[in-house]
């Protein structure tokens, strides 16, 4: 009694190649034959198709997954056990029951359909059953097979009532059937083919197969036909385009036939589209194993041996994936006084499932912490086949995590620290919440401002129409940033739209930062800019007038020789010397406000200096001024010249006289030692850039008209005066000067309270400072001088001073010129009066191109600059010595014979 079906051969087919597969694996000597044939047999338990086994009896001994799920999806303890007649209808029972009596008892295969019992989902089954015999011959159990084709059916129902004529080749079946020619063009075909295709019956008919072929395999189609007129059968596998465009696949077995005269090929096609893409993705998942970022370990049963790893799990502990097979887990987990390996073991017996987090240790010793998800793979009675485990190295999670809280402590720590205000409102405009350090600063707690109004809050201080316009844009989806005043500080505020997770704004988040002390340090700095740009210049202009000088000063004494003594010629020539000395003193006023004056440097007590100056002031101001004095007891020594110390009380103390005006009044001068912060000095002028520490003040204040807050802007540009104009560089010298010792100034006056101005310079212990410079006279006859200036009156000026002298002098006009100079003559050169400031190549530039020449000549340097200005650009070895111009010849001789002498010794 049997039914053929195609697709029960389908399934026996596939089942006895699985059964096969597994006979050949058992039957081989691998190691791990055992774990293979578990992996079939789990494939066989995920089938989707419906496979079950009969004892002899016949009853049910296990039934898989599909099959379960087909019968209502029962509990598989509650169908193991039962007669395999139960699950079919009580009409099918006698004849399932035959079928399945001749299996058992004369190992005959029976196909079949039937429907299953009532209770659950009415299905009907294309079904066989393959007896399975031992080595005798007898028959051990039954295999059944069953495929859901309740769908099948119903389709094949209704072709029989339309098509009779092609009833037992089409009835229900969703094979492709198809008939062409020998050269491919298609004759007829079944819906199912049609389908494939993508085309009518109408449309199809008369068009070649080779037009529903893969594209890339269209070639192999030739081939095919070939093999069917030549051998008139062929099997194989086809690749065509499915409906939606994406490739299917069809294992066919094709026969020749000839009808009325014509040979005929059928093809009988199976879709094996699935299967393919399964061992696709089965070939993916390979692949996803070996390239998975985590890493991945796979054990047998409950052994700690590793069978297997993936590239990720052996970089993670420093080992290549084949070295770490066959190794033992207690090598790499390291040992946890709170849970032992078996411990976590039982956990994963008894859950299936564990996730646990302990310590890896890696092939170099290093301990490292993961997270290893562990699962449990298990077979049919539950014993475990193998332990799949999933581990991720977390140090740099734990890392980030540490950084991020760390992070968070340092925001927390800034929002306390930061005087800001942080808020939020609804969309009423109301306040919902409100922090923040800066709410101190208002006099406010945190979230005070609950419930109040933006507009209430910021009325107090004019700005509520700026408030709620800045609001609303906000709650139009908006960023907003200005700047505006609440209470008595100045504020800048960014709001942003406050949206929930519907993405509807539900209000506005705000934060206003205090910008009171920033707005006055920037007023700060931008005088300090001012106040630079013009040092810069007024030391530019002092340079070159200094080259001038030079050239009045030098010639007046030489035409000294001349000129004898008590006439009038020499009377004028008196007055011009004086007077170039007095434009001298002018450029170094200007030199000490652009910080480059001549500076002679050694410990200066400052109250000694003010104590002597006391009868010089008393002499300079005003009658009707009274100046008094007060001394601190500590010691006040700076580092710095004494000349310019005493300029500073000067101008102070002339200042402070003048602004009493013709009534009487006081200046008060004192001198302490006080130590100044960061948030001190940052509000004070040239303080931003000034150290912390100790520093002696000297404090000049009076009683008289004051200022208001653009004179004290102004104080210290050059000529300015509230007098009259023209008063000359007073306070801008001596900002100068406290900025060349690295002090600060405070000012502070008020209209009708008088100014105190304090002039803060750093403190130093009292210790020794040497000068170790020398003298020496020396026989000028004889010596070659190179003499490089731009300026002609100057190398005029000092050739003729130096011939005058017995000297023999050899000039350059440029840098360059200056090199090559000195390149021809560098062996008979004595030495060298070099200008720092030339075209061509700079002085620095020439004088560190000389030194490669030939370093053993002396190179003096000259510059309308101070000395240490001009030594702090050339780095190495240094030149022998300094003219600050003007000079007067004299002091170049002075100076000349001195660094030849040193050179001699």
Request: aromatic share 6%; glycine share 8%; charged share 30%.
């Amino acid at each position: 009694m049997k039914e053929q079906s195609p697709t029960t051969d389908k399934l026996l087919a596939e089942n006895e190649q699985l059964r096969q597969r597994i006979r050949e694996l058992e039957g081989s000597d691998s190691g791990g034959s055992s774990g293979v044939a578990h992996s079939f047999e789990a494939l066989v338990a995920n089938s989707p198709v419906c496979i079950h086994s009969i004892d002899i009896h016949g009853k049910l001994t296990s039934v898989n997954a599909a099959g379960l799920c087909m019968l209502g999806s029962p509990a598989e303890k509650d169908v193991i056990g039962n007669l395999y007649t139960d699950v079919v209808q009580d009409s099918e029972k006698e004849r399932i029951g035959g079928l399945l009596k001749l299996a058992i008892e004369n190992g005959e295969r029976s196909d079949f359909e039937f429907r299953t019992a009532e209770g659950v989902p009415d299905i009907v089954f294309s079904s066989c059953f393959v007896p399975i015999k031992d080595d005798t011959g007898k028959v051990t159990e039954v295999m059944g097979i069953a495929q859901d084709i309740t769908e099948e059916r119903e389709n094949r129902e209704r072709l029989q009532a339309s098509e009779k004529r092609f009833r037992e080749l089409f009835e229900g079946t969703t094979s492709l059937i198809c008939v062409h020619d020998t050269d491919g063009v298609l004759i007829d075909a079944n819906p199912a083919a049609l389908e494939v295709l993508s085309v009518s019956k109408e449309e199809g008919l008369g068009r070649n197969l080779r037009e529903f072929w893969w594209p890339e395999t269209a070639d192999i189609f030739d081939r095919y036909l070939e093999v069917m007129r030549r051998r008139g059968r062929g099997n194989g596998v086809m690749k065509l385009k499915g409906p939606d465009g994406n490739p299917c696949y069809w294992a066919y077995e094709n026969v020749m036939r000839s009808e009325d005269g014509m040979d005929q090929i059928v093809a009988y096609c199976v879709d094996i589209t699935a299967r393919v893409n399964a061992e696709q993705e089965l070939r993916q998942w390979k692949d996803i194993f070996a390239r998975a970022l985590w890493g991945i370990v796979l054990c047998a049963g409950e052994e700690r041996t590793i069978q297997n790893v993936n590239r990720a799990f052996a970089r993670m502990h420093g080992y290549e994936t084949n070295e770490m097979l066959g190794m033992s887990l207690d090598k790499i987990i390291a040992p946890n006084p709170e849970t032992s390996y078996q411990d976590r073991l039982e956990r994963v017996k008894e859950h299936g499932r564990m996730v646990f987090h302990h310590d890896h240790i890696a092939r170099d010793g290093r301990r490292f912490p993961v997270r290893a998800d562990v699962s449990a793979v298990r077979d049919e009675s539950g014993e475990i086949l193998f332990r799949v485990s999933m581990v991720q190295d977390l140090t740099k999670e734990l890392e980030a995590q540490e950084d991020a809280r760390k992070k968070d402590a340092s925001l927390k720590l800034l929002t306390e620290m930061v005087p800001a205000v942080l808020w939020s409102t609804d969309r009423d405009l109301q306040f919902t919440s409100s922090t923040g350090a800066g709410l101190d600063a208002l006099g406010l707690e945190i979230d005070q401002l609950i419930g109040c109004r933006v507009e209430d809050f910021f009325a107090g201080d004019g700005s509520a129409e700026k408030a709620l316009f800045a609001h609303r844009n906000a709650l139009e989806g908006k960023s907003v940033d200005y700047e505006t005043r609440i209470r008595d500080r100045f504020y800048r505020v960014h709001l942003e739209p406050l949206s929930k997770g519907s993405g509807r704004i539900e209000g506005v988040v705000g934060l206003a930062v205090d910008i009171t002390d920033q707005n006055r340090s920037e007023e700060i700095i931008q005088q300090t800019q001012k106040l630079e740009s013009i040092g810069v210049l007024a030391g530019g202009v002092a340079h070159d007038f200094n080259n001038l000088l030079l050239a009045v000063l030098g010639n007046a004494e030489l035409l000294e020789d001349h000129l004898p003594k008590g006439t009038a010629q020499r009377a004028l020539l008196d007055q011009i010397t004086n007077a170039a000395q007095r434009g001298a003193d002018l450029t170094n006023s200007m030199l000490e406000y652009s910080g480059r004056a001549r500076f002679k440097t050694k410990l200066v007590d400052v109250s000694r200096v003010v104590r002597d100056m006391r009868g010089l002031l008393n002499a300079v101001v005003s009658k009707k001024v009274r100046i008094d004095y007060e001394f601190s007891a500590d010691d006040l020594w700076v580092l710095g010249d004494v000349t310019q110390v005493r300029q500073i009380v000067m101008n102070l103390v002339t200042n402070g006289a003048e602004a009493i005006g013709e009534r009487a009044g006081r200046v008060n001068v004192r001198v302490a030692v006080r130590p100044l912060d960061r948030e001190f000095l940052s509000k004070t002028f040239l303080g931003p850039d000034v150290a912390s520490g100790e520093f002696v003040a000297i404090e000049v204040g009076d009683n008289g008209s004051g200022m208001d807050g653009e004179v004290r802007t102004r104080i210290f540009d050059p000529f300015f005066s509230t007098r009259f104009s023209g008063r000359g560089l007073g306070m801008a010298s001596v900002l100068g000067i406290v900025k060349r010792h690295k002090g600060v100034i405070e000012v502070q006056s008020e209209i009708g309270e008088g100014s105190t101005v304090t002039v803060y310079l750093p403190a130093t212990p009292n210790v020794s400072v040497v000068d170790d410079g020398v003298s020496v006279e020396e026989d000028s006859s004889r010596l070659l001088i190179l003499v490089a200036d731009d300026e002609e009156h100057v190398r005029s000026l000092l050739a003729n001073t130096l011939a005058r002298r017995g000297v023999e002098v050899t000039v350059a006009r440029d840098g360059q010129e200056a090199v090559d100079r000195f390149k021809e003559r560098s062996s008979e050169l004595a030495a060298v009066l070099l200008d720092m400031t030339m075209p061509v190549l700079g002085g620095e530039e020439a004088f560190l191109a000389m030194q490669n020449i030939n370093p053993d000549v002396p190179v003096l340097l000259m510059s309308g600059y101070t000395e240490t200005a001009t030594m702090s650009r050339i780095d190495g070895a240094g030149p022998a010595g300094f003219l600050h111009k003007p000079f007067l010849p004299s002091e170049l001789m002075d100076k000349l014979m001195a660094v030849i002498g040193a050179q001699a010794r």
